[in-house]
């Protein structure tokens, strides 16, 4: 349904998107992920038409955003991080007259209403003014204007800005249930929004997609923690010798004089057993040993840790 090549937007001499590429498929919902200043919501405003490309294509349910935006439109639902309204227009009147810009026909245009504010539980306040709202039920609007049409896609920018607890679960809720009829591409700095909701993560860093993974993976990953009384060098070299180990960092050596892990198992590896033999054959102490889980967070800093870095090599270089 979103299928991206090489997109490309530049801001003068600044390159804010850089050669960007990826595809989702119908029904998928793809966590967009990224630190402030990366180009997502650049990326949503090229993908929504809002913007125009310096190079590459876009092709949102089949149709090109150079070549045909008004079709793009059409298919593509958009909730923006900051929603334009009118302050001055009531809620029921406002989704009438956007439905009626989005070419909604007259025969479905009330059923679509009505499916809107029931589902973004916008009954309450439908008679209401719309600058009298709070920013929560203004965020429920937005979403609201972005299904009034029923489009294949919808490309949502921080979707639970502004919501309390409850709310922010009904629209996690809604989400996973409009996955099932539209692609969706969230916006969000919530780990636990993407974990919850989303099928794959896309992590984007100074313009560029650092990771490109299903979601149930990647939260699947872990890290083991050692901790040992011996020679910190010697300690470490052979725990990088041990089957099924990929990397091992040095955390921190204790107040005692021992050494601290973290070491990265190869995929599917689990080399828990391997390191306590090693350690023990070579009459080191054995202070402790944790399996912990591999977040998203965790992914998501070391992700942009990682990026960062090459950045400065290439700029050194």
Known sequence: MIEVQRLTKHFGNRRAVDRLSFQTGKGEIVGFLGPNGAGKTTTMRLLTTYLAPTSGRAILAGHDVIDSPLEVRRHVGYLAENVPCYPEMRVREYLDFRARLKDVPRSRRRKSLEFVLGRCHLRDVE?????????????????????????????????????????????????????????????????QEVEAVCKRVLMIVAGRIVIDELVDPLSARFAILVEVRGPTDNVRRALEATPGVQRVRLRTPSAEGNSIFEIHPAEGADPREDLTRQIVQNGWGLRGLERRGSSLEERFVEAVHGATVADSSDEAA
Do not use: F
């Open 127 to 191: 008679h209401r003014i719309i600058g009298q709202l709070s920013k929560g039920y203004r965020q429920r609007l937005g979403l609201a204007d972005a299904l009034i049409h029923d489009p294949d896609i919808l490309i949502l920018d921080e979707p639970t800005t502004g919501l309390d607890p409850i709310q922010i679960r009904e629209v996690r809720a809604l989400i996973r249930e409009l996955g099932d009829r539209h692609t969706i591409l969230l916006s969000t700095h919530i780990m």
